[in-house]
């Protein structure tokens, strides 16, 4: 699922949250599940409408207020206004509220009073979002404890003198209120549009969202690996993003105006791709004073890849088509000279990176000589990147990564993926950014990713510490792919329970796919993946379905890509 489709089921949630909104009766509840609020406005400054929760009433023990001022966790609009009504007038200015968020499953939660009179809420966290908008899914130490302190003030009235910084939601109220928008930077080649997803309240997305590309930073695990146009001295002028028939005008400061026209267009191409939020159709670049900047969006290099599995037979390499396969010119022809079991496709089509028979790693030029680059046993399936850099790593040793060039010169990643005790699969984002793998964390599976970072020549350097812990996964896994620029696909279970699970970078998982049977490799795109069984039998996705396209299938391929 894409992140403009996850945007579309965000919006769905939000409708039926809305629904109970405004079903809600007008009484603080004492018990039971909290209410977000009673009515629904849109200032006209948001494609989104945002929730009112209620504020304090006359009377609330300590425990309705507590109440009342997490269900204001609900209402983002003039910094959380309603929820700074349950705090003591000497706390106000204290709390911050943006400091994050801890999203819990719905029903999850436990508030008690302690023996000492605080209020202790507890809740089972599912992921958590800090200040940056970026979400991390939870750890797995089970229940955490936050604790509001409160204080009779001179009117008799209950007030919250201490809470945890940032808000508490659940999950249903989470997705109803923020939303998931990509914060789009440059690969350093100026060739690919790479998203940084975050999480916002919809009310004020263009705002965050121009705060976050412009003024702000990608997230640590891809710092070093991509790159922005924005720089010191073109920063923001004014952090509001106002609209005049839906064209965002985002002034910048006057720096601005001394950048030369290359600079200018990649701003504009990354404002325009990460202002891709409803009632944006195009976005201004101002000067103080008004002044439009004149510019025009870049092209950049799609990450789609072909419709058609690309597949090995005994008798042929290319792609599915009807009955028939479509060889690639000069690829197909050096391929069927290796026994492979795992195959993958430069964007281009003009090299492979091969596990084989005997479990090396190979080199596969279309034009030149078949090199034999990685002979260490147990090498998980290798990935190529747009740089023709093949990558690759034992399974049994998730420190040893190891990226060869084109012609084999080995470059090792200092650390790879240290902490893991083993790795399942590898692979290259299709823009060459991003190294994403399943491993096996303790006694769970998990996917990390890491950013990739590279000197001017595109040649990758390193890996970006710290690793970013991308999903927990429920079972054992044995694939992994790239969907689309932010979607992982994951191939778990075993045997008759094997599903397809999309993970999204930065956001919540799909709920699972079953797969035909016992298949083995996954391949493809949103929506329109593939799998191929054991038997070699080819399957195509058709939404929760499966249809079965043919037989004969040797090596179910990985593109990266398609030629431009």
């Known amino acids: ?34 209410n977000p609020g009673v009515r629904i406005v849109d200032d006209g400054t948001s494609g989104d409408i945002a929730f009112i929760p209620k504020g304090p009433v006359k009377d609330a023990t300590p425990q309705q207020i507590v109440e009342g001022f997490i269900a204001a966790g609900t209402g983002p609009t003039n910094n959380w206004e309603t929820a700074q009504q349950f705090l003591a007038p000497s706390y106000k200015g204290t709390w911050k509220p943006q400091a994050g968020v801890t999203i819990y499953a719905s029903g999850q939660r436990t508030l008690q009073q302690s023996p000492s009179g605080d209020i202790v809420l507890t809740v089972s966290p599912v992921a958590t979002v800090d200040a940056t908008g970026e979400m991390s899914p939870a750890s797995d130490n089970g229940p955490i404890p936050l604790t509001f302190k409160l204080a009779q003030q001179d009117d008799g009235q209950w007030r919250i003198t201490q809470a945890p910084d940032g808000i508490v939601l659940d999950k249903a109220q989470f997705l109803a209120v923020f939303g998931n928008y990509s914060l789009m930077y440059f690969d350093p080649t100026w060739t690919y549009l790479v998203p940084d997803v975050r999480w916002f309240p919809r009310y004020y997305a263009a705002t965050n969202i121009a705060q976050g590309l412009v003024d702000g930073a990608p997230a640590p695990w891809l710092r070093g690996a991509v790159v922005s146009a924005f720089t010191d001295g073109a920063r923001l002028e004014l952090t ?29 191409t990354q404002l325009e791709a990460s202002l891709d939020v409803p009632g944006i159709t195009s976005v201004d670049m101002l000067l103080p004073g008004g002044q439009q900047l004149t510019a025009q969006r870049v092209d950049v290099r799609s990450t789609a890849v072909a419709a058609n599995p690309l597949v090995r037979t005994d008798d042929a390499f290319g792609f599915v088509s009807g009955t028939t396969i479509s060889p ?32 090396a790693v ?203």
Not at 466 to 485: E, G, H, M
Request: aromatic share 4%.
């Open 362 to 564: 190979l080199e596969v030029p279309a034009d030149g000589p078949i090199r034999r680059l990685d002979t260490r046993p147990d090498l998980v399936a290798p990935s190529i990147d747009p740089a023709g850099y093949v990558w690759s790593v034992p399974s049994d040793a998730p420190g040893s990564v190891i990226a060869y060039a084109p012609g084999g010169t080995a470059v090792p990643m200092s650390g790879g993926w240290a902490g893991a005790s083993a790795v399942i699969a590898q692979r290259v984002s299709r823009d060459g950014t991003r190294l994403v793998a399943v491993v096996r964390d303790g006694d769970r599976y998990a996917v990390w990713g890491a950013g990739i970072q590279r000197d001017r020549t595109g040649a990758p350097t390193a890996l970006a510490s710290p690793v970013k812990k991308l999903a927990t996964l429920s079972d054992a896994a044995t694939d992994l792919t790239w969907l689309d620029a932010s979607t992982l696909g994951v191939l778990a279970g075993t045997g008759q329970d094997q599903y397809v699970e999309a993970v999204h970078v930065g956001g919540f998982p799909d709920a699972p796919i079953r797969t035909p049977g016992d298949t083995s490799t996954l391949s493809g795109q949103t929506s329109n993946a593939s799998v191929s069984d054991t038997d070699g039998e080819l399957y195509a996705q058709r939404g929760a379905n499966w249809q079965q396209l043919m037989g004969g299938v040797r090596v179910l391929a990985v593109q990266q890509g398609m030629p431009r």
């Open 1 to 34: 699922m894409s992140v403009r489709r996850l945007r579309r089921a965000g919006i769905t949630v939000l409708a039926g949250a809305l629904m109970v909104v405004l079903a809600a009766c007008a009484g603080l509840p004492t018990s039971g599940p909290v």
């Open 240 to 268: 509001s993003v106002p609209r005049q028939s839906n064209v965002a005008q985002v002034t910048l400061q006057d720096g601005a105006r001394s950048l030369d026209q290359t600079a200018l267009n990649r701003m504009q």
């Open 328 to 359: 690639i010119a000069g690829l197909s022809d050096a391929l069927m000279q290796i026994s492979a079991t795992d195959i993958e496709v430069n964007a281009d089509r003009t090299a492979a990176a091969v596990r084989d028979v005997s479990g």
